[in-house]
């Protein structure tokens, strides 16, 4: 059994029939047993890559291999998927039970009646819907349908599970614990599980690692905490995170990095963090609002314009530049609307990044 590397995609392209080009030379794997978060803005491709690899759609040219075999050429059925679709896709006219005992009633997969409703039943005891059994979708909340259509998906025990924006229908707080709920499940189960999402909070709390996408491209495929430590890119440190990268834009010039109201030495920044030299011309400079608040002696001074209360921190809101920035403080921080504060960056974390995205620092 190939562990490491049970699903792979190798230099995957998908160009549409009107020629968009949805995906471009995508490749990484996924190791068995692991939930991997396929995360992304609208329109990235994420979906297209979930349904090439449940072959629902072919791909214009690349590789897919499960457990070391290829299945380009497998047909949908036999490539032994679990898919649970954004809008569930239940069967309106049948039960809860006829509905998760469904696959198992027909095609090659056909079981004896009485086994189809054993397995069916057990995988509704672990979704925790067996007294569901005799209703109706329509009798049922989202977060039940939701848990309908993961048994279902489970019931012929795939080799791997595709979801697709499963959370989506769902309000906030049943959003929270739904998320749970799936990763204990899939644990449980030990399925290999590719997750859709465009929500990153949600991809952090439960990916064992994310891939994040954006137009058809891989930008960085990685442990959750490396997008807020070591984010690939701009692009990447933009989209990651809450509240989101505070960008200053700064000139370098004779070994100084000088922005709207601050100025630093390059030589005041940890040298082993350089991606390469950073040579005289225009950057953009980023930091997190956790790591630029308030001290007594700081980098800047800034007006704080707004103060924002987000549950057990507060966001202090400043411009910069003509750009609004961000200092992610303590509730008990007395700062207000109003107040001019001297902000200091943690200088090992900040990055910097040139105008078209590439991180130097
Ligand atoms: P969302 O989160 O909005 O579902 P996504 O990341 O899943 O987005 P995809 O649905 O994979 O994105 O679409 C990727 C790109 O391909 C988009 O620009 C989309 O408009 C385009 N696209 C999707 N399906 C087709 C199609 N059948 N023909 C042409 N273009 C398509």
Redesign the pocket.
């Known amino acids: 059994m190939n562990v490491e590397k049970f699903v792979e995609v190798k230099n995957l392209r998908k160009v549409?029939?009107?020629g968009?080009q949805?995906i471009k030379d995508v490749s990484f794997s996924v190791k068995k047993g692991d939930l991997v978060c396929l995360l992304?803005?609208?329109?990235?491709?994420?979906?297209?890559?979930l349904?090439i690899l449940a072959g629902l759609l072919n791909p214009t040219s690349g590789e897919i291999l499960f457990d070391g075999k290829s299945v380009v050429n497998t047909a949908s059925k036999d490539r032994q998927i679990g898919y649970v679709f954004q809008n569930y896709a239940l069967y309106p006219h049948m039960t809860v039970l006829q509905n998760v005992m469904f696959p198992l009633t027909v095609g090659k997969d056909k079981r004896p009646k009485d086994e189809a409703e054993a397995t069916a039943r057990k995988y509704m005891e672990l979704t925790q819907i067996t007294e569901l059994a005799d209703q109706k979708p329509g009798q049922l909340s989202g977060g039940q349908q939701q848990r309908v259509a993961i048994a279902r998906a489970l019931v012929q025990e795939p080799k791997i599970l595709l979801m697709?924006?499963p959370l989506s229908n769902l309000d906030a707080r049943l959003r929270l614990k739904i998320r749970e709920e799936i990763r204990a499940l899939v644990k449980e189960v030990g399925i290999t599980t590719l997750f859709?999402t465009?929500d990153q909070e949600e991809a952090l709390s439960i990916g064992d690692k994310i891939i994040l996408?954006n137009e058809?491209v891989i930008q960085q495929d990685d442990l959750g905490q490396n997008f807020y430590l070591e984010p690939n890119n701009y692009f990447v440190a933009n989209f990651v995170g809450n509240p989101v990268i505070d960008n200053f834009k700064i000139k370098v010039e004779g070994g100084k990095i000088v922005g709207s109201n601050f100025e630093l030495n390059i030589s005041d920044l940890d040298s082993d963090r350089f991606k390469r030299e950073l040579t005289d011309g225009e950057y953009w400079l980023s930091v997190r609002p956790e790591n630029i608040v308030p001290a007594e002696s700081g980098h800047m001074s800034a007006k704080i314009d707004d103060v924002e209360l987000i549950g057990r921190e507060r966001i202090l809101k400043f411009n910069h530049d003509g750009l609004q920035a961000r200092s992610l403080v303590d509730l008990e921080q007395p700062i207000k609307p109003g107040d001019q504060v001297n902000l200091k960056m943690r200088l090992d974390r900040v990055f910097i990044f040139t105008p078209e995205g590439e991180r130097v620092y």
């Open positions: 549409y029939d009107n968009h949805a992304g803005p609208s329109g990235c491709g994420k979906t297209t890559i349904n697709d924006e859709v465009h996408f058809g």
